[in-house]
């Protein structure tokens, strides 16, 4: 069984940092592109940024490229995404998942129940 | 970046019902990388339909999807108590893969 789980949220004040996790298990990791897609509080889904199998391409919205970071290990079929200068608009549910197939150009078949990461003072 | 409209924002229909749920693009979208999700309160989306028509693994046949270019359609032919959901459209031919801001299927 596909599983993808979150961990790593929480609540951080203004400029602080935050790494997530996303562990995979049930697929061969390595074989599939990653991505990160958030969702604020009542409001709709905004991807992220993705990673190809081996980590050798990334690629991210524009609004937080320099801020958020995208990284895999695959010995330890595990995804990550490190936030730096967090703000309040960061404020979301933070969901990795899977891409159906092996290019970058793919939907997203399988997802993590997510995890909350909250902003504020 | 490729902006994604959805309409209505709501629909309120009753069970039984045909739900028609439309997503336009503002540049065509590659190879009609057009999917579909479904989402619930609380939970994670869950992909419906690809390629801007094929159905995923395990969606009943009553969902279906049509479209191309920048014009793009989601069908529910006969509105299930459990298809009361969040419909969002998502573009993935182009980065950033952009989604649409949702359509709200309600009980009528």
């Known amino acids: 069984e596909v599983q993808l789980v979150e961990s790593g949220g929480g609540l951080v004040q203004p400029g602080g940092s935050l790494r997530l996790s996303c562990a995979a298990s049930g697929f061969t990791f390595s074989n599939y592109w990653m991505t990160w897609v958030r969702q604020a509080p009542g409001k709709g889904l905004e991807w992220v940024a993705n990673i190809k199998q081996d980590g050798s391409e990334n690629y991210y919205v524009d609004s937080l490229k320099g801020r958020f970071t995208i990284s895999r290990d695959n010995a330890r079929n595990s995804l990550y995404l490190q936030m730096n200068s967090l703000r309040a608009d960061d404020t979301a549910v933070y969901y990795c998942a899977r891409g159906v197939f092996w290019y970058s150009s793919s939907p997203f078949d399988y997802w993590g129940q997510g995890t909350l990461v909250t902003v504020s003072s | 970046e490729i902006v994604l409209t959805q309409s209505p924002g709501t629909l309120s229909l009753s069970p039984g019902e045909r739900a028609t749920l439309s997503c336009r693009a503002s540049?065509?979208?590659?190879?009609?990388?057009l999917a579909w999700y479904q989402q619930k309160p609380g939970q994670a989306p869950r992909l419906l339909i690809y390629g801007a028509s094929s159905r995923a693994t395990g969606i009943p046949d009553r969902f279906s999807g049509s479209g191309s270019g920048t014009d793009f359609t989601l069908t529910i032919s006969r509105l299930e108590p459990e298809d009361f959901a969040v419909y969002y459209c998502q573009q993935y031919g182009r980065s950033p893969f952009t989604f649409g801001p949702g359509t709200k299927v309600d009980i009528k």
């Open positions: 540049q065509s979208v590659t190879s009609s990388y």
